[in-house]
């Protein structure tokens, strides 16, 4: 750090010709210490001046900071809006293309429940953005085996059936990409959210069913 040098008090620029106090002290402002910018700005015309422009700057700084402020909370709402939307027609998905007849398996445990009842349960759980909406990562839970919070959502039970199903490798692979960072932004979450709500449209007319 640049250790600070006191200098004599004595005015410059804009304010050059001021009777300052010619003291050695720190300079504040226009060659002055902060006493005699202050007299300065409320003794003359070139002062007032100085201190109507610094004023009308920090009122603009601060209703800039107010707007910043409100267009961040705005895209704040409008992300949380859009996760929910693409969390509801992803979770349809999953649970109507792992369905029979409107009824799903819970992947964990083997209960049969309809496909309003059950959940879209996470093997890498929902905090992990990466795989939050990868296919293979999800599969219809019922509500007790998601919600065991003890056991994080039944997930050795997942691994286990996972592996089963698609391979180790495969596992494997969801288990590493789940630690990637992505950009995520409402923009994103948007996108997901259309993108699985004509899936859903379309299996839905496949299998000939409207569940939602």
Request: glycine content about 6%; some cysteine; hydrophobic content about 30%.
């Amino acid at each position: 750090m640049i250790e600070r040098k006191k200098k004599k008090c004595n005015a410059t620029g804009k304010a050059k010709g001021y009777n300052s106090c010619g003291e050695h002290v720190y300079i504040f402002r226009y060659g002055m210490c902060e006493k005699c910018f202050k007299k300065w700005v409320i003794e003359t015309k070139e002062g007032n001046e100085v201190l109507l422009r610094s004023t009308i700057k920090a009122k603009k700084d601060i209703a800039n900071e107010k707007k910043r402020k409100i267009v961040q909370a705005k895209r704040e709402i409008d992300t949380k809006s859009a996760i929910r939307l693409a969390d509801t027609y992803f979770s349809r998905f999953i649970r109507l293309k792992h369905s029979i007849n409107g009824f799903c398996t819970c992947y964990t445990c083997g209960t049969i429940v309809t496909i309003k009842e059950c959940d879209n349960g996470h093997y890498m759980k929902r905090e992990h953005k990466a795989t939050r909406y990868h296919e293979n990562n999800c599969r219809p839970q019922c509500k007790k085996c998601n919600g065991d919070t003890k056991h994080n959502g039944k997930q050795v039970e997942f691994r286990i059936n996972l592996i089963n199903e698609i391979g180790i490798e495969e596992v494997e692979k969801i288990e590493k990409f789940s630690k990637s960072a992505i950009k995520a932004n409402a923009m994103y979450y948007r996108e997901i959210a259309e993108k699985y709500r004509n899936k859903v449209n379309d299996l839905q007319q496949q299998l000939k069913v409207k569940y939602w």
